[in-house]
Structures are given as C-alpha cells and as structure tokens.
C-alpha cells in the first residue's frame, strides 16, 4: 500500500515536500514515479526514481525544481518542491512497479494522493 502525505496550501515561490511510503513490502523492489493530476486535466509525470536510487528522471516542467529522492530503509519515496508555482496545483500521487520505469503513468500500484494547493 502506497500512502502520500505532506501536500497542503503553499504560497506562490515557496517550497513542499511531499512523501510517499510503501508498507507491506521493501521499497527496494520497486521504481517509484510521482505523477499528478489538475482538475480538468490529464495526469502527468513530475519524476521517476530507480529502485536504487541511481537513475531520476523529470519533466520538463518541474526539472530544475522539484527534486525526487528515496530512503529505502525507511520505505519511503520524497518529492522536494521549491520554487512552486500556480500551475502546479493539483493532486499528487506516487506509484510503484516491480518492472517499469519511465515517465508514462502505466505503474502497477497507486497511492490515494495528497492535494498540493499553490496560491496567494
């Protein structure tokens, strides 16, 4: 089970972090991607990490500003947000898979999501 927390009303070049944690299973197993979604809108990748760490990868949108990153001794999965923006509103949602990796929202395992709200 994937659970994210941390999202929340935020000012408009201010920062968030947001955490996603897996329980029932190593997070090792898995490569973790954050996506979300904004009303009215189709979900799309903000990042992707490797099962170990190595390998991140980020849209276009948000590279230079959020940063992914994952402790996997505590099964947990982080999204670093700085210098939020507006548009950046939406629900965030983290997801896992055994196998795939990338930027498309095709992960097996989802969590509920967390509201990240940015406005004056």
């Known amino acids: 089970q994937l659970e994210e927390s941390g999202g929340q009303l935020v000012q408009p070049g201010g920062s968030l972090t947001l955490s996603c944690r897996l329980s029932?299973?190593?997070?090792?197993?898995?490569?973790i991607g954050w996506f979300r979604q904004a009303p009215d809108k189709e979900r799309e990748a903000t990042a992707c990490?490797?099962?170990?760490?190595?390998?991140?990868n980020y849209a276009e949108a948000v590279k230079g500003r959020f940063t992914i990153s994952r402790d996997n001794s505590k099964n947990t999965v982080y999204l670093q947000m700085n210098g939020l923006r507006p548009e950046d509103t939406a629900v965030y949602y983290c997801?896992?898979?055994?196998?795939?990796?990338?930027?498309?929202?095709?992960?097996?395992?989802w969590g509920q999501g967390t509201q990240v709200t940015v406005s004056s």
């Open positions: 997801a896992a898979d055994s196998l795939r990796y990338g930027l498309e929202p095709k992960y097996q395992y």
């Open positions: 029932g299973r190593p997070l090792n197993y898995y490569n």
């Open positions: 990490i490797s099962k170990s760490g190595i390998s991140t």
